[in-house]
């Protein structure tokens, strides 16, 4: 709470909640000092009651800047949030609040839906489960908005998202995939991704790994939040020990941004990541597919789903039993461990298993 200035623009806003309710305003000043006068000047004003507050027309955008600080305050997921709110503005532009209605939503689905990612032959319609999180994140906006007497409806409410079948796919690489993968992919999202192959972390758990999260005495990787809430500990697979040896500490993150925090995945790195897939030959796959990848390898060579449910960070087996989906031919090695009941084999096994008749002379 207190000035923040809007992206793009060069003066000061203010914004504070007061009895329940959030009020926001322009300084219309570029100068931080008198802004913080004039701040003060306005929150006095409405704490003595000699301001009321009424709600005035928004702008999506604005909503979204008050939603955005909230996430930022808290929740894990605000990174996801600013992603998510650049495709939203993207299609919705500058428009007020009160402009998105239901009919709006459904176009905006129409629109996004109709969007080829990929690159040529390779190239396919968004997924229905990448254009929900996009309506989940308008959603809760605005539910947030109606919270904060910023809006007075939420107008997602009752728009019907898209049935995600995809939730059951398990595409994983093959070894040879693997190592195609890895040798085109530019040298920090080599390291990325391999780390994926080796621990099955999910990607901002992997670029939030800060140096002092890994212990070299337990041989651990710790994630202090994992999507489950709690605390996860990765075992460190040499693979793993091996690239952090070889990096620099250039801050708090393994992988440091620019900046304090670290590196951003939407830009260069999902660029990057895009190019080496095209290069590598590998179609109809996404980052997240690489933790199906390290799990169905694990299944592959006989670890239970009790222990891939941890490395996973799953609160039980029942998500991890999608990874049951082997190859046919490690199914077929499983199955030949059981002995034949054909009719020869047991002819056999019984000549073999019989009792000895010593013969009686003649």
């Not at 093959?174 to 190592?179: L, M, V």
């Not at 040798?183 to 990607?203: H, N, W, Y």
């Amino acid at each position: 709470m207190g000035l923040y200035k809007q992206p793009g623009s060069p003066f000061w806003n203010y914004r504070f909640s007061l009895r329940g309710t959030r009020i926001s305003g322009s300084t219309k000043v570029k100068d931080r000092k008198l802004a913080q006068k004039i701040y003060e000047h306005e929150r006095a004003q409405y704490v003595l009651g000699e301001k009321t507050h009424e709600v005035r027309p928004l702008k999506l955008k604005e909503l979204i800047a008050d939603y955005l600080e909230y996430s930022k305050a808290n929740k894990r997921s605000y990174r996801d949030d600013v992603s998510l709110s650049g495709r939203v503005l993207a299609h919705f532009g500058d428009c007020m609040a009160s402009e998105v209605t239901q009919q709006s939503i459904e176009r905006y689905k129409a629109v996004r839906r109709m969007k080829k990612v990929g690159k040529d032959k390779d190239a396919h319609p968004l997924s229905g489960s990448t254009i929900n999180r996009e309506l989940a994140f308008l959603k809760v906006v605005f539910s947030k908005a109606v919270t904060w007497k910023k809006a007075n409806h939420n107008p997602v409410l009752g728009i019907r998202f898209f049935n995600e079948r995809e939730k059951s796919r398990v595409r994983h690489l093959t070894q040879d995939e693997q190592k195609k993968l890895l040798a085109v992919c530019p040298p920090e999202l080599q390291r990325i991704v391999l780390i994926a192959l080796r621990t099955g972390m999910r990607q901002s758990e992997i670029l939030n790994i800060r140096w002092r999260d890994i212990d070299p005495v337990t041989n651990q990787i710790t994630v202090p939040k994992s999507k489950g809430g709690g605390k996860r500990y990765i075992p460190l697979h040499g693979d793993v020990a091996e690239i952090l040896s070889q990096m620099p500490r250039t801050g708090e993150y393994i992988f440091q941004g620019p900046n304090a925090g670290p590196v951003v995945w939407d830009g260069g790195l999902r660029d990057a990541w895009e190019q080496s897939l095209v290069l590598a030959g590998i179609t109809d796959f996404r980052f997240h597919d690489l933790r199906h990848t390290t799990a169905s390898q694990l299944a592959m060579r006989g670890a239970s789903l009790q222990a891939i449910a941890a490395i996973l960070g799953h609160s039980s087996t029942r998500m991890a039993e999608r990874y049951a989906h082997l190859s046919p031919s490690h199914i077929s090695a499983t199955l030949a461990l059981l002995p034949s009941l054909s009719k020869k084999s047991v002819d056999n096994r019984a000549g073999k298993d019989a009792p000895v008749v010593a013969k009686r002379g003649g």
